[in-house]
């Protein structure tokens, strides 16, 4: 019995070590959305093209949608362009843009010079369209379906891997949805 | 000694609030120490470590403005914090609230200071050991008077 005892510790910091190391591996940047499962937050702001717009939650439409929130001072926004305007041309989902925190003929320059992939960008120079979205930095991706409830958050880029492993199994999951839906 | 004086005055000069860089106005003092004690306890959701009052980052001075702004609506302290968790989740919270998610985080450690104490009970409770008095034989005391001599 006293030996058991002596190996307690031993036991006890072998196993806080095992919880640790595997702490490690975590990515810290990574938090979870408090917003997953809510509706998509009211917001009314000017057309990035069209600064005399004005939009709100109810000007985005489509069954599955995508709102990017994105920024010409952000440089992995510039990354992942390529991979939206794939995206967009998919005609799979409804893309939309968030200018976030930027300056309009920047961001005009940009669509210009890159392509633009969105159906329409929201202009938010503020953040303050951000901040009711719990963004933190760009890029961000929500996925928004059709009864405009926000279903996934994704921090960071998009790229061929993210798609294939983040976004293509919801959006299947959400395509079937709406076919139950529908039928 | 001078050079100490010079060293010190230096950092005193440096530490004065040096992150305070907006440039707030409020209506009256307890507004302001609500605003700096609810910027301090609110975490800035891009950094790892560090509070809206100390980071320097875009979203913090966002956030920043955000609690002022709520402050002058009238928003009591619960409403504001309520309402940074709602967007940002709980991690904005340096002190988190406590349920089944963060029990551990609040009663692990009173959990093992309890397990030290009581280590250290059942150690002072052992009966300390008899000391046997050892007495010599004749014949070992007769050795050993040889041997010291011999020295």
């Known amino acids: ?183 | 000694m001078k050079y100490l004086i010079f060293t010190l005055l230096f950092f005193f000069v440096f530490s004065t609030e040096a992150w305070e860089t907006d440039t707030y106005v409020f209506p009256d003092e307890v507004t302001e120490t609500r605003y700096k004690s609810l910027v301090k306890e609110l975490r800035c959701p891009k950094c790892q470590n560090q509070n809206l009052a100390d980071s320097n980052s875009p979203i913090a001075a966002d956030l920043r403005r955000e609690v002022y702004n709520l402050l002058e609506q009238g928003k009591s302290d619960g409403e504001i914090v309520g309402f940074m968790v709602q967007r940002y989740g709980e991690f904005v919270l340096y002190r988190p609230q406590v349920s089944s998610l963060t029990y551990v985080l609040w009663f692990g450690p009173a959990f093992l200071l309890l397990i030290g104490v009581m280590v250290v009970v059942q150690i002072l409770r052992k009966k300390p050991v008899k000391k046997e008095t050892i007495v010599l034989s004749d014949e070992q005391k007769d050795k050993l008077a040889q041997i010291l001599k011999d020295k």
């Open chain 1, 1 to 183: 019995m006293n030996k058991i005892i002596r190996f307690i510790p031993l036991i006890l910091f072998i196993s806080l070590g095992i919880i640790l190391y595997r702490g490690l591996a975590l990515n810290p940047q990574a938090l979870p959305s408090a917003l997953v499962g809510q509706k998509m937050p009211e917001f009314v702001l000017t057309q990035l093209l069209k600064p005399k717009v004005m939009l709100t939650e109810k000007d985005l439409v489509g069954d599955i949608k995508l709102l990017n929130v994105w920024g010409t001072w952000c440089v992995y926004c510039k990354y992942e362009h390529p991979y939206l305007v794939d995206i967009a041309q998919s005609g799979r989902v409804a893309l939309y843009g968030l200018n976030y925190k930027d300056d309009r003929d920047d961001a005009r320059q940009w669509l210009k010079d890159y392509q633009d992939p969105y159906l329409f960008s929201i202009f938010d120079p503020l953040g303050k369209l951000g901040i009711e979205l719990g963004v933190t930095a760009a890029p961000e991706t929500f996925v928004i379906d059709s009864k405009g409830i926000i279903r996934m958050k994704h921090v960071g880029p998009i790229d061929g891997k993210v798609w294939q492993e983040k976004f293509l199994p919801l959006i299947e999951s959400l395509e079937k949805e709406l076919v139950a839906g529908t039928s």
